[in-house]
């Protein structure tokens, strides 16, 4: 963060001093990000690019970190009239700025600036998380992915499985017969991940997390996790973990879930399709695996997977001219070239349905090491149901971490699962009640 | 006997103690003002408005179970870690004062801890007591699954403690160390001439002559062990597991930063300063009065 802090004042000066000179009137706006490490780089590149592409604009792009401090940072800035013009929010964070009156949209700020967007070209998975009632897309969707599974090819072909499995209950065999052959850790599993193993459990088979699908008709929604097959999901890990084939990896433990994965010391593992491009290059030598789509409950129809990630907003209070830059920068990410390289260079998903087949036509994803990240987007484009559009439920944050809570207890404290996930329900409904009396007599829009 | 300093310009005194009162005043009341407002209403967290609840906040989380755990958690912590520290620092410096072998060198290096951030501090521990990897964690190779903060609250919550109160025993070790050797040697010696054994000479003795510097040291580890653990929670175990080393301020924090609900966040704080005032009022009202300063 300190370099990053560093290289944002660094970049800030240099900027200055291009402003200083005469010859540049180039209008200054700022985005801010939550991303650190390698896709920090990769933003600032892009800042680079955008500004060598044009003369008339100047973005100065900051990291704050992650999502949620961006989120904290981005608020007290608005609050204090400080805001950056772009900011990131991701996506459980979605609905208190849709409620908030902060933002433009992007759908407004675009056709104001004389851009015409065909915004049937953004996937209607991505964007329906994104969008109003009505489909207009308020925020740009960004960085995007969804949850996959990753697993050994190695063990998978000593247990001999060919391909990868498609259900749960092929999963409980494959995972038997490796422990079987003396695999000591089948499944590495972090109950922080409710994202993968249980959002993305309930979109895939369509089942509500909470009435008024998911939240998106009205700020009255319950939550009725505790009537869904997430019941008998849960029952199951349980199962696998009291019987030593699902093992707890977490940072607390000593190893993520997935440098267990990376380090071959786990044969399956779930996560995002962006960590594909972290496992390509920090697998261990000799460390062979493939990803797949989530495995589903048999006898169920596949839908889509939900979208996670974040998009860009645009925040009020700034100048015309500001906008007609972040526009531009808009405008900028949308070229195929673009959306390309940020694909190429991360792991996340084209957002745009032209960009995603001029991928596919040049053979990106023909070989290692983009082989399988397609699957990410055929996930997101399975048959869309009644409960997969997203979730639009109030301070969402707080719900999930109830989630990992009730995860945590029913896996070390033997909680039995009806009463832990009826529990959470009941907890959530209170986090819910709350929000809806915070945003009295606003509607969704 | 009256002895008062008059000033001839009405605004000098007011003018001398201005920068103080201001600083009191932007960081404390005007903060503190703002949480009072905000924990009688619903803020939204963009600024788009707000509503009066009158008790509502207050009742939200007087209601909520997970609340008054959170609350008896923290007592436990304060109690535990303030013990424990003050104790081991006590030995310390009782051992220091004694001018055994070393007694210099142990001097400062007891100090030492104390000079070490609070999340730095969290990271080493964490390896320390990692159950698969740490120093610690190789217990579980003799007796496998005995030690396991990752999946056992018990056992993450005393981790934390332990990492608080090993913080704390440098800044109590020098206070002790400075009051043990404030009594005059007289007294140490005339009591060894009777007869009485180092351990017989701390408690008869020495305790109850440096009883304030004690009770100084109760209140302001009391005090931080309610308010400063947020840094080591955070970067050790964020809450968990299950929730398990969720601490009132650690709880004030997600609620407001991360889940967004910054009025009952405001109203918990309003409820935690409330019981650090009261705690420190007991002690002075009920312990002080055992205490004697002369």
């Given at each position: 963060m300190k370099t990053n802090w560093l290289l944002g004042a660094a970049l800030a000066t240099t900027a200055l001093a291009f402003v200083a000179s005469p010859a540049s009137a180039a209008t200054k706006f700022e985005f801010?990000?939550?991303?650190?490490?390698?896709?920090?780089?990769?933003?600032?590149?892009?800042?680079?690019?955008?500004?060598?592409?044009?003369?008339?604009?100047?973005?100065?792009?900051?990291?704050?970190?992650?999502?949620?401090?961006n989120l904290q940072n981005t608020i007290a800035a608005f609050r204090a009239n400080k805001q950056p013009t772009i900011t990131q929010i991701f996506d459980a964070g979605t609905l208190d700025l849709m409620l908030s009156e902060a933002y433009l949209p992007v759908r407004q700020l675009?056709?104001?600036n004389g851009y015409q967007i065909d915004w049937k070209n953004?996937?209607?998975?991505?964007?329906?998380?994104?969008?109003?009632?009505?489909?207009?897309?308020?925020?740009?969707?960004?960085?995007n992915s969804t949850a996959m599974m990753y697993y050994n090819t190695d063990a998978l072909a000593k247990v001999g499985f060919e391909g990868t499995p498609e259900t749960w209950s092929q999963v409980e065999d494959v995972v038997r017969k490796m422990k079987a052959a003396g695999y000591d850790c089948p499944i590495a599993f972090d109950p922080s991940g409710a994202w993968q193993w249980f959002e993305q459990f309930e979109a895939i088979h369509d089942q509500p997390i909470a009435t008024k699908s998911n939240g998106f008709a009205g700020l009255d929604a319950e939550l009725q996790v505790s009537k869904t097959k997430f019941v008998d999901q849960l029952t199951w890990i349980k199962k696998m973990y009291d019987e030593g084939l699902l093992i707890h990896k977490s940072k607390d433990s000593g190893e993520t879930a997935n440098d267990a994965f990376m380090n071959g010391n786990c044969q399956i593992t779930s996560s995002s399709v962006a960590d594909h491009g972290t496992f390509s290059k920090q697998a261990k030598d000799g460390v062979h695996w493939t990803v797949a789509m989530l495995p589903m409950l048999d006898g169920f129809e596949r839908h889509n997977s939900f979208v996670g990630g974040a998009s860009l907003w645009t925040l009020k209070g700034k100048s015309p001219e500001e906008y007609k830059g972040a526009a531009a920068f808009y405008a900028f990410l949308a070229t195929p070239k673009q959306a390309t390289w940020w694909s190429t260079v991360t792991g996340y998903i084209p957002v745009t349905l032209s960009g995603f087949e001029a991928m596919k036509a040049d053979g990106f994803y023909d070989a290692a090491p983009y082989k399988g990240r397609e699957l990410a987007i055929a996930s997101l484009n399975m048959p869309a149901g009644e409960n997969t559009k997203g979730i639009r439920l109030g301070s969402y944050p707080s719900i999930r971490a109830e989630m990992v809570k009730t995860i945590q207890s029913v896996l070390f404290n033997n909680v039995p699962v009806e009463q832990a996930l009826a529990d959470f329900d009941a907890k959530g409904n209170e986090i819910l009640r709350r929000f809806e009396q915070t945003y009295k007599g606003k509607t969704l829009p | 006997m009256e002895r008062r300093a008059y000033y001839n310009n009405a605004m000098l005194p007011w003018l001398l103690i201005a920068p103080q009162l201001i600083l009191v005043f932007v960081f404390f009341y005007w903060p503190t003002s703002q949480a009072l407002y905000w924990a009688f209403t619903l803020e939204q967290p963009w600024g788009g408005g707000n509503s009066w609840v009158w008790f509502d906040n207050f009742l939200a989380i007087f209601r909520d179970r997970d609340y008054w755990s959170t609350v008896l958690r923290s007592g436990f912590y304060a109690i535990v870690t303030t013990g424990l520290s003050m104790f081991v620092a006590l030995i310390l410096a009782a051992f220091v004062d004694r001018s055994l072998k070393g007694t210099r060198l142990f001097q400062s290096i007891y100090v030492w801890p104390y000079a070490i951030a609070a999340p730095a501090a969290g990271v080493a521990f964490r390896f320390i007591f990692a159950p698969e990897s740490g120093l610690i964690g190789a217990v579980n190779h003799i007796w496998p699954g005995i030690w396991n903060p990752a999946t056992n609250g018990l056992h993450a919550l005393l981790m934390v403690i332990v990492c608080h109160a090993w913080l704390g025993?440098?800044?109590?070790?020098?206070?002790?160390?400075?009051?043990?050797?404030?009594?005059?040697?007289?007294?140490?010696?005339a009591g060894a001439m009777d007869g009485a054994r180092p351990f017989r000479r701390l408690i008869d003795l020495q305790l109850p002559l440096i009883a304030p510097t004690a009770f100084f040291l109760l209140i302001m580890n009391i005090i931080s062990s309610f308010t400063d653990s947020f840094g080591l929670i955070d970067t050790m175990t964020e809450g968990g597991p299950i929730g398990q080393t969720e601490v009132m301020v650690y709880k004030i924090y997600f609620d407001g930063f991360k889940g967004l609900d910054y009025s009952g966040a405001a109203a918990q704080s309003i409820v935690l300063m409330l019981l650090v005032i009261c705690l420190t009022f007991v002690q002075f009202k009920w312990v002080e009065r055992r205490v004697h300063y002369n």
């Open positions: 801010w990000y939550g991303l650190s490490g390698d896709l920090s780089d990769r933003i600032q590149d892009m800042c680079k690019d955008f500004n060598a592409s044009q003369a008339d604009y100047e973005i100065v792009c900051v990291s704050q970190n992650d999502y949620d401090q675009m056709e104001e953004y996937a209607a998975g991505i964007a329906s998380y994104f969008s109003t009632s009505t489909g207009e897309l308020l925020s740009m969707p960004f960085n | 025993i440098g800044y109590n070790f020098i206070f002790f160390l400075a009051a043990l050797q404030m009594i005059p040697r007289t007294i140490s010696e």
